[in-house]
């Protein structure tokens, strides 16, 4: 759905949220991943104002800092002194995992950028987003920022060495909430003091987590998802190695494989947050419930959606990214 702003002096933008994959972690490692975005969005309004202070409206995310920072790098970026107004709203909150901070992120450098009728390229958006990141969580690969700027399905490797968005059109997978808001920080942590203790045992699992990335890529394109499906099984089981994994979401993933699910597996940095399963329509509706009873809450997303954008043009604020 698109939005109009009443008010035309207001910027409108959006950015989506996004569901691992396959590659979780091994990103980390300097190891590819696969993203898909998401069709729940984060919208920016965005206006100038008079005064010295930018005021922040941003219940989607857990700390407003996300934007505060990006309007800080933007300003220092661009010489600007001019206060702004944002406000964040959309389909999605912090809860659930989808990534609300990377796309609020990329949504207001690129709100900025039209504001200010500053030129950002798609890659400039996301070096600026993965910066702000950064300097706020310390960690992570950027996937997530990728996702939000890009859009579609992205093969991804660490801080956008690599950005490979193709179109594999919406991919038949079920999303389930486990009901744990996950620490990502945290379990990055925890990988990187296993890795330190035992190096090669890691090495090795990252070496296998890279190529079920590679085989799944050309699964995909091929719309082979039964043995898509398989990948992410054994993918599933190499997280449970990394001990990522939860009770929990192995046990909603177990169920959607009974339930008839090609394959499953939590998707982030576990912990908590979703797990997904990859589902024909004639199963669909007996994965969703297997998963429900396991006291997982079904999200209702398509992906392979569009990246960030802008809702509405007029005439003193035209789109300014290529
Ligand atoms: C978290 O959703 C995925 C991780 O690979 C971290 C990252 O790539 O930033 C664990």
Known sequence: MRFQPKDKSKILVSAPGKIMILGEHAVVYGYPCLVTAVDKRIYIEASKIKGKKDIIIAPQVKESRFVEESINFFKERFKVNKSVRIKTFGDFSHRVGLGSSSAVTVAAFKALSVLFDKKLTLKEIFD????????????????????????????????????????VGNLPLVVGYSGIKADTPKLIKKVSRAYLVKGEQ?????????????????????????????????????????????????????????????????????????MIALVSEDKKRLVEAAIKKQGGEIINVNNNSEGVRQEYVNESNSDSTS
């Open 202 to 274: 890691i090495k090795e699992i990252f070496k296998e987590i890279n190529q079920l990335v590679e085989r799944a890529k050309t699964c995909m394109s091929s719309k082979n998802y039964k043995e898509l499906g398989l990948l992410m099984n054994k993918n599933h089981q190499l997280l449970k190695e990394l001990k990522v994994s939860t009770v929990k979401l192995d046990d909603m993933i177990e169920a959607a494989l009974k339930a008839g699910a090609w394959g499953a597996k939590l998707s982030g940095a576990g912990g908590g947050d979703c």
């Open 128 to 167: 600026l987003s993965y910066q702000v990141s950064l300097s706020i969580q310390k960690v992570g690969s950027g996937f997530d920022i990728a996702a939000a700027t890009y859009g579609k399905t992205t093969y991804f490797v660490f801080g956008g060495k690599v950005i490979n968005s193709f179109e």
